[in-house]
C-alpha cells in the first residue's frame, strides 16, 4: 500500500463515502476491513489521520464489482466504518451510498453506458436484493448538475432514481419479523419492520418526548438514550438480528404529527446518534410500517392525495418515499419502493492508509 489505492469520494444522497472497485482491495474480509479502518482513520473520533468525517454518515465504504450474476450489471457492498471503534460491519446496507453506485461503475468502465441516460442494476450484497439507478449522462459519462434539491444538502444535482425490489425481510427474513404488525418492548408499543432497513417504528410521545427536538438535545437526554437503547436491543432479539449490542442495526425512528406541511414527524437513531435527516432505505422501512393498518404512528399519518407516497419529515427537511402495498393471504405484500436522490462526485485520485505498524505502535 505504500504507493496508494485508487478510491473515489462521493457524497450520495444525505451521506459521504469511498467507493472502491472490489479487485483493488484484499480479498481477505479481515485484511480488507483493517485497511478500509486504517483509510478512514479509525478508531479515533476525530477519524484526523484518514479521510473520514468523524461521523457515522461519512465514515462508509462502497465496495463494487461485476455481478456474479449474469442478469445484474454490479454488486455492491455496504461497510459501515465505526468512527470510536474502527469496527467495520456489512450487516445493513445503505441506500444513500447506493444513489451513486451506477455512476461510479460507469466512471470505472464496469458498465457501459450510451445515450442520454444511464440505468445500471445493482445487487445489493448486504441484503441480496435488487435496486436499479436512473441517472443522466453527457458523451458517455454521469453529468451530477442538475437541479434537483433534496434535504440535507445544500444546492442541486442531477436527480438519480432508485427503484427497489425484493427488499421485504432482506435482513430479518420477513417485512414484519416478530410475526406481529405491533409488539410491546419494556412498556413501549413498536413495529418491528424489516423493509430494506431494519427499524423500530415507537411513538415519541411514548417515550415522552413531542418528537421535534434537535438531535442535539436528544443526544444529550442520557436517560431518554439509555431507554431507547434498551428497546433496540430487545427488538435485535425479536427480529432474528441476535445480539445487536456492536451491531448498527435496527435503526429506531421516532415518529409524532407532522409539523412542516408533510404526513408523518421523524426522529431516527443510527443507531446511537440522532440523524440530521433519515436514510434511504430506513425512509422507505418507515414508510411502510405507517402504511400498515393498526402500524404504531399509523394513526398520525397525514394523509395526501397519493397513498402510496409518504413526505417524511425530519430535521433538515422532508423525505419523499414511495411504497405500494397489497393484502396477501399471508399479510400485507411490498409492490415496487422507490425514492430520487441525487449524488455527486467530489474527489477521484489515490488515498494512502497509515501504516499498520505505525498505528499499533501507538
Given amino acids: 500500500m505504500s504507493g496508494g489505492l485508487r478510491c473515489m469520494v462521493m457524497r450520495g444522497g444525505t451521506s459521504k463515502g469511498a467507493y472502491f472497485v472490489a479487485d483493488e482491495l484484499p480479498s481477505d474480509a479481515d485484511e480488507r476491513d483493517a485497511l478500509l479502518a486504517r483509510i478512514m482513520g479509525s478508531p479515533d473520533p476525530r477519524q484526523i489521520d484518514g479521510i473520514g468525517g468523524a461521523h457515522p454518515l461519512t465514515s462508509k465504504v462502497a465496495v463494487v464489482a461485476p455481478s456474479s450474476d449474469p442478469d445484474v450489471d454490479v454488486d455492491y457492498l455496504f461497510l459501515q466504518v465505526g468512527v470510536d471503534d474502527g469496527a467495520v460491519s456489512d450487516r445493513q446496507n445503505c441506500g444513500n451510498l447506493l444513489a451513486g453506485v451506477g455512476q461510479f461503475a460507469v466512471e470505472r468502465g464496469l458498465v457501459t453506458a450510451v445515450g442520454n441516460e444511464g440505468q445500471v442494476s445493482i445487487r445489493m450484497v448486504n441484503s441480496d436484493s435488487m435496486a436499479t439507478a436512473t441517472f443522466p449522462l453527457e458523451d458517455g459519462l454521469p453529468t451530477y448538475d442538475g437541479g434537483t434539491s433534496i434535504s440535507g444538502v445544500p444546492g442541486s444535482a442531477a436527480p438519480v432514481r432508485l ?47 413531542a418528537g421535534d427536538e434537535s438531535p442535539d438535545t436528544l443526544e444529550a437526554d442520557r436517560p431518554f438514550r439509555e431507554r431507547l437503547e434498551n428497546i433496540r436491543l430487545q427488538a435485535g432479539q425479536l427480529m432474528n438480528l441476535g445480539d445487536v449490542i456492536s451491531a448498527t442495526v435496527p435503526k429506531v425512528t421516532l415518529v409524532s404529527a407532522p409539523r412542516a406541511g408533510g404526513n408523518i414527524c421523524t426522529r431516527t437513531f443510527i443507531p446511537h446518534r440522532c ?32 397513498p402510496d407516497l409518504v413526505e417524511i419529515e425530519h430535521p433538515t427537511g422532508t423525505f419523499a418515499a414511495r411504497v405500494e402495498l397489497t393484502l396477501g393471504p399471508q399479510g400485507p ?12 462526485k467530489l474527489f477521484d485520485g489515490v488515498v494512502f492508509p497509515a501504516n499498520p505498524a505505525i498505528r499499533q505502535s501507538e
Avoid at 421485504?168 to 409488539?183: E, F, I, N, R
Avoid at 405484500?333 to 455527486?344: D, E, H, K, L
Wanted: hydrophobic letters at 45%; aromatic letters at 2%.
Fill in 163 to 209: 427503484d427497489f425490489a425484493d427488499t421485504a425481510g432482506s435482513a430479518c427474513g420477513a417485512l414484519l419479523p416478530t410475526g406481529a404488525v405491533a409488539d410491546v418492548i419494556i412498556g413501549v408499543e413498536a413495529t418491528c419492520v424489516d423493509n430494506g432497513m431494519p427499524t423500530v417504528v415507537l411513538r415519541a410521545t411514548d417515550l415522552d418526548i
Fill in 275 to 306: 440523524h440530521d435527516a433519515i436514510g434511504v432505505l430506513g425512509a422507505v422501512s418507515v414508510a411502510t410500517a405507517l402504511r400498515l393498518g393498526g402500524g404504531v404512528g399509523s394513526e398520525l399519518l397525514r394523509p395526501g392525495p397519493d
Fill in 333 to 344: 405484500v411490498v409492490g415496487r419502493s422507490g425514492i430520487v436522490r441525487t449524488a455527486r
